[in-house]
């Protein structure tokens, strides 16, 4: 949560806003109880298109705040070397 109270998955993601305490004050439960937060907990390489098959994704660096802001996609994948 930030300092105007909206709830991001990550501070470094302040497009990707999952409620806001200061409009509902109900919004931080709602966003385990509506389950908006599993977007991004249960995204993994794994789920990515291009690193569904990679041998490296297990120890891959991986910051999905850094790849949206970069690609502007949340399930992007622009910072792999693999293909260069």
């Known amino acids: 949560m930030n300092a105007e109270g909206k709830i991001l998955p990550c501070p470094s993601m302040e497009n990707e806003i999952i409620g806001d305490v200061a409009e509902n004050k109900n919004a931080l ?5 509506d389950n ?3 977007k991004y907990w249960k995204l993994n390489l794994g789920k990515i298109e291009q690193c569904k098959e990679c041998i490296y994704r297990f120890g ?7 790849e949206v802001k970069i690609s502007q996609e949340l399930n ?5 070397k693999r293909g260069d």
Do not use: P, Q, Y
Request: aromatic share 10%; glycine share 4%; charged share 35%.
């Open 76 to 80: 992007g994948k622009s910072l792999c």
């Open 36 to 38: 908006k937060i599993d």
């Open 29 to 33: 439960k709602e966003v385990f109880l």
């Open 60 to 66: 891959c660096f991986e910051c999905r705040a850094i």
